[in-house]
């Protein structure tokens, strides 16, 4: 797919991320998708425990700013969250395949643990 196609794919995944719109975020997400979260050491692999994460999720936090760059079919976006009146600051290296996000790499402000929560979806690493 293009650039283009990705670039299409990236803002509909970031206006889905505002609405809170889970369905929206699937939709751009490969059947494989792949989301690492190196500071905590988790995998998660697949599309399904993406949701089953994402409809879990203790609290929704609200995206209050973000930009990205793309190039291809990378793209690294930036994000500022708020979670019950406090910033967190993402950035997010993605990668795309056939106008699909087919696995990104979560980076945040700090290291943080693992929740138990979510350890039945994930792979440490």
């Given at each position: 797919?293009?650039?283009?196609?990705?670039?299409?794919?990236?803002?509909?995944?970031i206006q889905a991320?505002?609405?809170?719109?889970?369905?929206?975020?699937?939709?751009?997400l490969d059947e494989?998708?792949?989301?690492?979260?190196?500071?905590?050491?988790?995998?998660?692999?697949?599309?399904?425990?993406?949701?089953?994460?994402?409809?879990?999720?203790?609290?929704?936090?609200?995206?209050?700013?973000?930009?990205?760059?793309?190039?291809?079919?990378?793209?690294?976006?930036?994000?500022?969250?708020?979670?019950?009146?406090?910033?967190?600051?993402?950035?997010?290296?993605?990668?795309?395949?056939?106008?699909?996000?087919?696995?990104?790499?979560?980076?945040?402000?700090?290291?943080?643990?693992?929740?138990?929560?979510?350890?039945?979806?994930?792979?440490?690493?």
């Amino acid at each position: 797919m293009s650039e283009q196609h990705n670039r299409e794919a990236l803002e509909s995944y970031i206006q889905a991320v505002e609405r809170h719109d889970l369905d929206g975020m699937e939709g751009v997400l490969d059947e494989d998708y792949v989301k690492e979260f190196p500071q905590s050491g988790e995998r998660i692999r697949g599309k399904q425990k993406w949701r089953f994460i994402a409809e879990s999720y203790p609290g929704t936090p609200n995206i209050t700013d973000h930009s990205y760059v793309l190039s291809g079919d990378l793209g690294v976006l930036k994000m500022t969250f708020e979670y019950d009146s406090k910033r967190v600051y993402a950035c997010e290296i993605v990668e795309f395949a056939d106008g699909k996000i087919k696995r990104a790499t979560g980076y945040y402000g700090g290291p943080f643990e693992a929740p138990e929560w979510r350890a039945q979806w994930v792979e440490r690493m």
